[in-house]
């Protein structure tokens, strides 16, 4: 039986960050606008006039206090509300590929294992920028990495699912060594004209070398016990664009081109859908709740991740048990729980349980439990 152990993990932080209060002053000045130009269907009835956002509502809300962009031009600027970023030639290096090569060479030095001993890359996360060439080969490309490479999406739960597809890789005898990226770069999707999702996303990349247990060299890899995913269709959370929105010049800048989600129809149906998923995956590997050391939870939502934590393990749960790192970071993504690994596990001893889980649109959930080696 061939064991598979995560042996490195990564981390880039991008170059600029985004308070909260610098976001509601920027859409609370894009409000006024929008009100001043359309007060006579306002005043009419046929529109309704926007409302102010508050520092005060979004950490309440979801726990953030701040984020990441790659690009902070133009985000904070109420006529204009997204980040330019300037259209790049094909020759030159992607921003996703920068960003994740970033985090791979943090991965690989951490793992002690060089590029040209990757067999393979997979790129997963919610957006890739472009549809091919793959972001996956041209980080192979400028890394000088063996074997293949593809990008994988599967929303908030692509770090998940991609390090259960390189175990599985792995397993199967079509690579020994797999690095798992994940740039997420989600400012370009969010809507920073909407009240109830502009504060919610931030950029940052993360990554993994995932390896057969007999090759690892250093002392930070932990043995991957047991995977679980699972999907179940919904439209709850939910991006519309896509190539097709060209073909349909009048809609294809809409509001539903970027995300948008029901907030409390998925608080309903999918936390219920998390726990359950777990209390199965523990009845199967015979595992407990309490015999983990730590949960590095997707970071989404503070008010889940403590809705998941207090239904695991109960109401006296310590803080560094299942550490929080959105305020800081916001939802980035697929990254959330694997930045908590990155920036939480060094304290782990041999045999110290730890749980990687991550959730969001699809519905999907992915969860893998580790073992300090």
Not at 26 to 43: E, G, T
Not at 187 to 195: A, G, I, L, V, Y
Not at 230 to 254: H, K, L, Q, W
Request: charged residues 20%.
């Amino acid at each position: 039986m061939i064991k598979v152990v995560i042996s490195g993990s990564g981390l880039f932080v991008p170059p600029y960050s985004v308070s909260n209060q610098e976001l509601v002053e920027s859409y609370n000045s894009f409000v006024d606008l929008y009100n001043q130009q359309h007060a006579a269907l306002i005043d009419s009835g046929e529109k309704a006039a926007l409302v102010y956002s508050t520092s005060e509502f979004i950490e309440k809300a979801s726990g953030i206090k701040s984020r990441y962009v790659m690009v902070k031009e133009g985000i904070l600027d109420p006529n204009i509300m997204m980040p330019l970023i300037s259209d790049q030639p094909s020759e030159e290096l992607s921003l996703q590929a920068s960003m994740g090569i970033a985090a791979a060479k943090d991965a690989l030095a951490q793992a002690q294992v060089n590029a040209e001993d990757i067999d393979l890359i997979i790129v997963a996360c919610a957006y890739t920028q472009r549809a091919y060439p793959a972001i996956a080969i041209e980080i192979q490309q400028a890394l000088g990495t063996k074997g293949f490479a593809y990008d994988m999406l599967v929303a908030c739960s692509s770090a998940t699912f991609a390090i259960v597809s390189a175990m599985n890789a792995i397993k199967g005898g079509t690579a020994n060594r797999v690095l798992v990226i994940n740039p997420e770069l989600t400012s370009p999707q969010s809507n920073f004209k909407d009240r109830d999702s502009h504060f919610i996303f931030g950029d940052v990349a993360t990554a993994v070398v995932v390896e057969r247990q007999d090759l690892a060299q250093t002392e930070h890899a932990f043995n991957i016990l047991s995977t679980s995913c699972m999907t179940d269709y919904s439209n709850n959370i939910r991006s519309n664009f896509g190539f097709v929105n060209r073909c349909d010049p009048e809609n294809s800048a809409t509001a539903d081109k970027l995300f948008h989600q029901q907030g409390r129809k998925v608080f309903k149906e999918l936390l219920p859908m998390i726990y359950q998923h777990l209390d199965n995956q523990f009845a199967d590997e015979q595992i407990k709740p309490e015999e983990f050391k730590r949960l590095w939870l997707h970071q989404a939502n503070i008010n889940m991740n403590m809705f998941v934590v207090k239904k695991l393990l109960g109401d006296d749960v310590e803080p560094q048990t299942a550490p929080i790192v959105l305020d800081e970071f916001a939802n980035t993504a697929s990254a959330g729980s694997v930045i908590a690994f990155n920036k939480y596990s060094d304290d782990f001893e041999t045999g110290d349980l730890g749980l990687l889980c991550s959730f969001g649109a699809g519905y999907s959930i992915g969860s893998i439990v580790l073992e300090k080696c």
